[in-house]
Each structure stands twice: as structure tokens, then as C-alpha cells.
């Protein structure tokens, strides 16, 4: 039973050449199964979001700065920004490849060698190739460098050996960007080096680890052994940790840019759900003013990411300034996120139809929502780039 | 003309001329000082003695006065002399050269016989008051109005009640030219906290760095360190949101512009009483400035009504969607 009213579409706000692009190609391609607005007994499997994710790229709407000698669009942050718009505003599922799009190509383009960027980065935007981030160990979370994964030489090439942990993906990726450490552990920032690692070398052992919202997205590797040749390494030891740091600070800026309106969305699709049923309605009145005050956060936030893509476009360093939109966003889609819930949690016992849907999306937000404030550098070390790095504050007399 | 400018070029003479008004007792004189320094017509039209230049020229000069305490009422000089020109243009050219101290109520109407949030209301003549049809008209003094005194926080531009016994407004505005300068007033005064907001930031960060305690700067301790990084991201997102705002996005200049008006009245003053508590007991002290910065902010919260802004804009929510993905589910309220 369709339990939705009509299906008018009303009239969009104005937008530029690309963005109205990619909302006609949106509306056409992103089919029920797909949409994280409708409650599904069974998700999209792996292979249709791969489908889908493929189609968006060959429609022209990712890896759309990425030179086009490596199947990217060549086209400007600007144009990237408005496309992320339409991605934003519509319930589309999250990437399955963003590490791929969004971390390890950046590093390839701006470290591999000419034979690396044009086997890598192709792989990446026709989904041959899903990557994980194998950052973080046990012992080496926000303190990063304290990781002890070991790369060693031998003759034909590195001997690969430690433990990864929270490594989003990993098994059901074809390559992992590793980052390992030639020497010990106490050389700290000294002899970092990064790897493509493909995930199916003998010796990496992937395990899923459940999260809190019951999902297995999850998991930690092991490297036992695991023989790579020079040609997996990115950049030389050190000179490529280096550089990817210099890359992650503008990815940490500008990565998942269509979030601002993604969240916009959200709390859109939650206010019209509520308004096409009387009793969800009474539920969601009570709150206005805080979800009001959730709308202005979403404009700011807009701020603070458009602000960071003007920068880019004049060549200013973004350094430090990407924990500003970082913090902002994690903590506010936060907010949002338990507030819905708790509206949620009040609508009348339905099973299908719009209230079905948004209570599923929205109790979804805020498990998920959770890991924000914890991933992509914590609310915490946030808070100490911007005391350290921007307020210059001193910690001793 | 706005072309060959950059709205940073009046930084420097904003900050100075703040410093010189900081430097004189009577709020006429701090009006010439404001007018020699061609700040009063920046966004005003050349015809009245102005110069004519985009909202964001005005923004610098704001931010100084922010930061600078003034006391003098330069938001309302700077709205009445850009939209009383094509009405008033001799009025409004007195406003430019610092003769006339004009002010706006910008709170209550007069078919209420009262109009409150009325800056430097004691010595300002001719003022706007709002009218109850959208317009707005002005009141000079012995017009059948008297102004009371002050019983807002501000105590370096004091805010009036005008108290109207049989006087009639002469209409000057009408609700669309009402309409144009309350979204000037929101950009400015968002621009006036940040600059405020900015100083009471800094005020802190210094203090925590030279205050000693158990042998270390407070500056040392996480939870100091945190606060203040807190307070920057508040700073930053002003700052950030003033700039998207004066851009005009296609998809939403006047929300752009509410925002960061409303967040400016919201993180502006807990900008101010977070500094007042990184200076702990000083803090509290009348000498350190930081109690006039919030108390300046907070009037500014209430001048520009921004809890009726919450309001209006959680029924502007209700009311609609824009975005065409949820154009399926019908309203059933």
C-alpha cells in the first residue's frame, strides 16, 4: 500500500549548469532500493550500491577534480561543491569508496609515481578497486604515531607485519592504504612510510567486528608476513607520510562535502513526515525551537565549508582551519540526531509509511552519529589542533 | 567605486577611529570623530555625502566598534543615512557629517503609544519608530514624546523607552523599505558582535597565558585550552557565516543571513561570559571591560528580537520544504 499522499515534486531552488545536471540524473537513477529515506526488510546488497556508485561516476559526479588522463572530470572545488549540493539534498546512500575517492586518491595524485596514478586511480573511480584506511592499532588511536606496524626490508621488496584496528570496509576491500613505520616504535614522526596494500596478499587476515548500530562494516587486520612490492609504496619512507599529511588536512576540510545539506536534508525529510500525520505533528511541535536552532547550525556550517573551498580556490593553506567544520558538524549533527530520535521514539505504532520510515532513518542517524565525534580525529584532538595551532596557546611559563 | 576597494582597506581607520572615541565623554563629539573619518556614509548614497559602497564595506567598521565599546548609536547612523536618503536626503546627510545624532526603537510600535530598544534615546533626535502597518515614521523631540531611562544592560549605549503622548510619526518608510533595512540591520549587527565577540576571545587567551597557577600558565590545562578553542570555533563560525551571507548563495541568501544573525545573538554573549570566566575573579571586576562586551552583545540580542527570530523561522519550518524529495508527503495539519 503506497501510504504516500501525492507525488508532486515541488519547484527546486535555483542552480548553476552542473548541479541541475546532477539533480535530473539523481531523480532518474535513484531508485527506491537505493533511497535511505524508505525502511527496507532487505538493504541494497554490496553489488547494487557498487552499481550505483559506479553510474555516478561515468555520469560525471565523482572523482570530478581528478585529472581526466585518470578518468576524473577535471573540473574545479567549485563545481565540486555544487555538485556535492545535489548529492546532499537527496537520500542517497553513503559511498561505498570514499576512502578510495577521498583519501588514497588525493595521496596517489599527490605522491605516486606516474605507473601508481595511472593503475590506481582509474581502479578507484570504476569500482574495480574498494579501499580501507589502515590507520589506527590498538595502541595507536588519536595518538597516531605511537602505531608499531612494522615494514622491513628484504630483498624482494617490504615484509609487512602488526594489526590494524577500526579499519571501516576491510573486508570488502581490494586494497588498503597502510601506514607502517621502518623503525621503532619511539622514532615517533621518523620513518613513516604508506603502502597500497592489495587485501588479498597472502598473510592479511581481515575480521569483521560488530558496531553499535548492529552493522559489520567494522574490523581489524592482520599483517602476518605480508610480502609488498616498492611499486605498493607511496612515496618514499617518510617523504610520503609527510605528504599525505599535507593532503589529509584538506581532505579532513573538504571530504564528504555534501554532508551540510545532507543534514539539511534529514531534518527536511523529518519535519515532512511529521507534518503528514495529526499525531506526529502534536509530537513534533513541542520541539520547533530547538530544531529551528538546528537550522541555523546547518546554514553556519555551510559557512564555515564554503569558506574552506575559497581558500582552496586561491591557494591558501587549509592547515589546521579543517578542524573548525569538522568539530562544527560532528557535534551538531549530534544534537540533531538525539533530538529526532526522541520525537521519533513518541510517534503512534506504525509499521509502514512515512512515520515507519523516518523512525527507521532517524534512529539509524543517531547510532551511526555516534562515531562522529570520534573518527577523522576526535572532538578532543580537534580541540588541541585549534588550541595549539590556531590560538598559539603556550603550555608552559 | 566598490570595485577598486577592499573592504579591509577601512580596518585600519575603523580601529582608530574607535580609539579616539573611546577618548572623549560626549556621544556628539564621538559623531564627528566618526564623520571625519568618512565612517558614518559608507553604505550611504553619494547624493547625501556618502560613499556609496556595498553593505560589506560596513562590515570592518562595525567589527572596531564592536570590539572598541563605542558608545555612540553607529548601526542606526548607518542604516537611517542609507535608507532616509531617497526620503530625507537633508537629514540624512546631517547623519553622515556627524550633526544629527539619530536613533531607531527598534523594538514595539508606536500605535502602542511606547517603542522600546532605542539606543542613546536620551540624547537622540530624531528617532524611527516601527509602525503597526510594516512602515516606519519619525519622532523629533517636543513632538508629544519623552524618552526614560535606560532599564536595558548596556551601559555604554544606553537603550530608552519613548514613551508617545499625542505625537504622530511623520511616515518615512514604507514596509518594503522597513523590510530592506532590518536585513541590513542583521548583517551589521552580526558584524558588531563578531568584532566583540573576537575581543573578548582575545582579552582571554592572553590572560590564560599569563596567569600562573600551580607553577603553569593557565594556558597548560586541557580544560582551559578546550574552552577557549570552543570559543574560536564560535568566532570562526560568525566569521564564516558573515562572509556566505554578504556572498548572497543562490540557494538561500535571506536564511544565510538570519543565521548568522541569530547565531551571532546566541554565541556572541557566551563568547563574552566564557572569557569573564577564564579570568575568574577579575572577570567579575567592573575595570575589566568584559562585562561591558556582553552586556553590549546581549543588547544587541534584543534589539534585533532573536528569540521571536527562533520563532518565525521554526514556523517558516513547519510550514514548507524546499527540498522536492519530500514534496510527496502532504501536509495533514
Redesign the interface.
Known sequence: MNLYKSTTLKTPPPAGAHAARARTWIAENLTDRLRTDRAHDTPATLDELIAFERALHAAGFAGITWPREYEGHGLGPREHLEINREIGRAPMPNAVNSIGKELAGPIILAVGTEAQKAELLPAILTMQHIWCQGFSEPGAGSDLVALRTRAERVADGWRLNGQKIWTSGASKSQRCLLLARTGRAEDRHRGLVLFAVPMDAPGVDVREIRSIDGQWSFCEVFFNDVIVQDSHMLGAPDEGWNAAARVLSIERATNRMYRSWRFQSELEHLVAACRSDRRALGVLRPYMRQLAQIRVEIEMLKGLVETLVERLMTGSEIGPNGSFPKLYWSEAHQRFARIACEIVAQFPAVTEGPLADVRARMQDIYLASRAETIYAGTTEIQLDIIAKRILNLKRAA | MADDLDPSEFEETARAAMAACAGTADPAARGRLLAEAGLLGVIAPEAVGGLDLPIRFALPVVKAAGAGLLGYPLIEALLLARHLAPVDPALAGAIVEGRTLASIAWTGCAEDRSVNGLPMGERADPVLVFLRDGGAGLLSRGQGCHALASTGLDIDLPDSTLVLSGAKPRMVLDAAAVAALRADAALLRAGFIEGAAAQCLALA?DY??ER?QF???L??N?VL??R???D??AV??????????LAE????AA??RE??W??AA?TGPAIAESAIQVFGGMGFTWDVPLHRHLRQMQAQATRGTAIEG??A???A??AD?????????????
Do not use: F, M
Open positions: 587567551a590564560a597565558q600562573v607553577g603553569k600558565p594556558s597548560a586541557q585550552r578546550h577557549l578553542s570552543r574560536a570555533l570562526e563560525t560568525i566569521r564564516a557565516g558573515l562572509a556566505r551571507a548563495p543562490a540557494e538561500g536564511i544565510a543565521a548568522v541569530l547565531c546566541q527562533i520563532d523561522l521554526a514556523e519550518l513547519l520544504t524546499e527540498n522536492e524529495w519530500y514534496g510527496d508527503l502532504a501536509y495533514a495539519g
